[in-house]
């Protein structure tokens, strides 16, 4: 009984292991940026370190790779329709070290998103200006060949300014890895493609593209843990849009608001993102607004507007929670600063750490197992 007793008191005593990870950070070039930033981020009490940077040219959103020994980048740059780039990375985790493989053309101007397949042997990247998206083969060494597949968009919406043409946003898969997801901001209209894992070919289904209102510019895509719906940002009209999902065909079952009730400011929305475990959905605001809406989710995908919580500073383009899902980092792009958010993982609602993350022009973060 006596040794029981030790046994127990031993491990209740002992101290729990430190949880940290690897945070990237993506950002425009700015004096106070010039590349991709990666610091250690603790999970015990929200603080993260800087460990060094690499340089390139405008890394507006980065990709990992399933294995986690590369990283994508667009660079967000943009000449005479084919002066976007990708490129990739190897990381070391001993150190935390990027170093360069290669770089690629994008196909166009302006690329703002990439993602990898499940398979870890495509890669998709969306021009936002050029309004087209391109397929790239993975390497065996982690580089990038040559796209050997573009689709250019066409099209307008009714809103003069921002819809004249087409505007590839977002480049999600499905979560089964069949279906391409591609917002186009332009065109009012989210692309549906078949993908083929083993030729990393897209063909169109029997359901082409999902309609959004006139005006609304959809922008990103995510889909519910579930693999039974997904949700649509429209960042002209500030709305989040739910669609049912199953094979390949897609049914809005509802449209919500991110603005207060009566408020017809514009939201400028950017991103959105699902708490890891399902029952939250929460979606940034730019313009005046500068906030994250909060949603709560019922058992068939529906959305209730919760709350809203205030960035603490100017244009959240990008947000996203750490790997245990307690924080929720918020890169307000134009005051130069990751604010970090406590997350109450039984309400949902944000309260502000009081920790602070000073990086020009932040506007994506990933993660890293160390």
Request: aromatic residues 10%.
């Amino acid at each position: 009984m006596k040794i029981l007793v030790l046994l127990c008191v031993f491990f209740l005593s002992k101290p729990s292991v430190c949880q940290e990870f690897y945070l990237l950070i993506g950002t425009y070039d700015s004096p106070g940026s010039e590349g991709i930033y990666i610091y250690r981020f603790n999970a015990d009490n929200g603080t993260a370190k800087p460990v060094r940077h690499i340089k390139t040219s405008n890394p507006s959103y980065l990709t990992i790779s399933n294995d986690e020994r590369f990283v994508y980048s667009v660079n967000e740059n943009g000449k005479n329709g084919n002066g976007g780039e990708v490129t990739s990375f190897s990381f070391d985790k001993k150190n935390g070290r990027l170093s360069y493989v290669n770089t690629q053309s994008s196909g166009g101007d302006h690329p703002c998103y990439i993602e990898m397949d499940k398979t870890g042997k495509w890669v998709f990247a969306g021009n936002y200006s050029s309004g087209n998206l391109a397929v790239f083969p993975v390497r065996k060494d982690g580089g990038l060949s040559s796209a050997d597949t573009l689709i250019q968009h066409t099209g307008q919406g009714i809103n003069e300014k921002r819809q004249k043409g087409p505007h590839v946003h977002c480049t999600v898969l499905s979560p089964d890895n069949k279906w391409l997801l591609v917002p186009d901001l332009g065109i009012d209209k989210t692309m549906i493609y078949r993908f083929d894992a083993g030729t990393g070919k897209l063909s169109t289904g029997k359901q082409k593209y999902i309609a959004s209102d006139p005006g609304a510019g959809p922008r990103h895509f995510v889909f519910h843990p579930n693999n039974k719906v997904g949700y649509l940002i429209e960042e002209l009209s500030g709305t989040v849009a739910a669609h049912k999902f199953k094979q390949g065909r897609f049914k809005r079952i509802q449209r919500v608001s991110t603005l207060v009730e009566g408020d017809s400011s514009f939201a400028g929305s950017a991103d959105l993102h699902i708490s890891p475990d399902g029952k939250f959905l929460y979606a940034s605001n730019r313009g005046n607004i500068n906030n994250i809406a909060i949603f709560s989710l019922n058992n068939k995908g529906k959305l209730n507007l919760i709350g809203h919580q205030p960035t603490l500073g100017n244009t959240p383009r990008h947000f996203n929670f750490d790997p245990t899902g307690t924080y929720l980092l918020v890169c307000n792009q134009n005051s130069n600063e990751i604010v970090i958010f406590k997350r109450d993982i039984n309400t949902g609602q944000l309260t502000d750490s009081g920790k602070r993350i000073p990086i020009g022009k932040p506007v994506c973060i990933k993660w890293i197992m160390p």
